[in-house]
């Protein structure tokens, strides 16, 4: 099963802590960084989201999961 998370590249500069959590709490997930406009352009393909309340600077994430079985 293909797995894969999404982070801004902004956290780097303007929230280094969170993404440091972030790399503890998914350190089996491969991952990639974007800029701010192309995360909200791949946003518009997103089938679910959860809003948790976070107020922090670029806290975004998008994960990834396909199927076990063939589609």
């Known amino acids: 099963m293909?797995?894969?998370q999404t982070n801004l590249t902004?956290?780097?500069e303007k929230n280094p802590l969170l993404e440091t959590y972030i790399r503890e709490?998914?350190?089996d997930i491969p991952?990639?960084?974007v800029p701010h406009e192309e995360f909200k352009?791949?946003?518009r393909q997103v089938?679910?989201?959860i809003r948790t309340g976070e107020f922090t600077p670029f806290p975004n994430v998008?994960?990834?999961a396909g199927?076990?079985?063939?589609?």
Not at 67 to 71: G, W
């Open 2 to 4: 293909k797995k894969n």
């Open 10 to 12: 902004e956290i780097q």
């Open 25 to 27: 709490k998914l350190a």
């Open 31 to 33: 991952y990639e960084m």
């Open 41 to 43: 352009q791949r946003t």
């Open 47 to 49: 089938k679910f989201a």
């Open 62 to 64: 998008i994960l990834r």
């Open 67 to 71: 199927v076990a079985f063939p589609a």
